[in-house]
């Protein structure tokens, strides 16, 4: 189905992610920081990236403010999942070209759904 870039430093939250995606068989790719993230939206241009912002480095919200400022992959929408709840942090992420933001943990059904609707919207 589609190719959905993974950015998180966590490993086990990676992991959750990654297997709900390959459930639904997307192929997941993964990167471990916000400078591996913005190198691989480049290289491979997913259809969709999951964004973490709590990351050593370059932090997520960074990320997707340049992968939304880059010509390749301003149209690739990027759905943040992080431990950040607060509501200033949802509306800097959508400030920053987010499509969506959503807390950890993830609900797998709504995870789903917002994925399946953003590539839907992103294909046509």
Do not use: C
């Not at 992968?67 to 149209?75: D, E, L, P, V, W």
């Not at 943990?105 to 917002?114: E, I, N």
């Amino acid at each position: 189905m589609a190719k959905i870039l993974i950015v998180d430093d966590s490993p086990t939250e990676a992991h959750v992610i990654e297997q709900i995606l390959v459930q639904d068989g997307h192929e997941a790719i993964k990167a471990t920081s916000g400078e591996d993230g913005l190198a691989m939206a480049i290289s491979e241009l997913p259809n969709l990236i999951v964004m973490d912002v709590v990351m050593p480095g370059m932090n997520g919200f960074k990320a997707t403010r340049k992968i939304n400022r880059n010509a390749s992959t301003k149209s690739i929408p990027i759905v943040m999942v992080t431990t950040k709840d607060q509501d200033t942090d949802m509306e800097w992420g959508l400030r920053q070209g987010a499509s969506k933001y959503m807390t950890k943990p993830v609900d797998p059904s709504q995870f789903r759904d917002t994925i399946n609707t953003l590539l839907k919207s992103a294909a046509g």
